[in-house]
């Protein structure tokens, strides 16, 4: 049985054309986070490693390769709204995956309107489903076994307001499959929605 199985450690290398480990976690739900930086200037950005931690309360996590744009404004402002990604989003998403300037507006950049925030100052995507406005619990850098730096951001926020576009609640439900979310899926280019492989490549 041991032929029918690859095995590798990951500090020796993966010996394969591509490293596998976002395909073997997968499919990932994508946060798109928007925030403000300390100026004011709205930012949004997708981030693929993204999870609810827990429910009591509500608790949002994600976390940024690199001490980014998104990462610098919560730090800055203690708050920060979580996105839906519906498949009628995913171009517009995928967009504002660019890096630019942290000056540049994500919203005109990628044509999305946004919408005022009612338990935080940031604004959120209008058109999204569904909306978690969050509050900065914590914000620290990953370390290996080491005990070293890794430069990847662990952000942990409260949800402080939920939004949800009434035409996607069913019986006083919220239907998940009627939103159709798109999720990464893999490598470089995978998404997926409906059970369906999505291919979006990133615009640099």
């Avoid at 980014?68 to 203690?78: G, P």
């Avoid at 005022?116 to 370390?143: M, Q, T, Y």
């Avoid at 798109?182 to 470089?188: C, D, F, K, P, S």
Wanted: proline share 7%.
């Amino acid at each position: 049985m041991e032929d029918d199985v690859y095995f590798y450690r990951p500090d020796a290398g993966h010996g394969l054309p591509h490293d596998p480990f976002k395909a073997i976690v997968a499919p990932r739900i994508i946060g798109w986070i928007s925030s403000l930086t300390a100026a004011g200037t709205p930012n949004l950005a997708p981030y693929s490693f993204c999870a609810a931690m827990c429910s009591d309360p509500y608790i949002i996590a994600f976390s940024s390769e690199g001490y980014k744009d998104s990462v610098r404004n919560i730090e800055a402002t203690r708050e920060f709204a979580w996105n839906f990604v519906s498949r009628e989003l995913a171009e517009k998403m995928n967009a504002t995956s660019e890096p630019v300037d942290p000056h540049v507006d994500e919203f005109r950049l990628c044509g999305v309107a946004p919408a005022p925030g009612r338990a935080i100052r940031a604004p959120h995507v209008a058109a999204s489903p569904a909306v978690l406005e969050c509050k900065l619990l914590d914000v620290r850098e990953i370390k290996d076994l080491n005990g070293d730096g890794t430069d990847h951001w662990l952000v942990l926020g409260q949800v402080a307001g939920v939004h949800i576009r009434r035409a996607y609640l069913r019986d006083g439900l919220f239907d998940t499959f009627l939103a159709d979310p798109v999720l990464r899926a893999g490598y470089r280019a995978d998404y997926m929605h409906s059970g369906k492989r999505l291919e979006l490549y990133r615009p640099y």
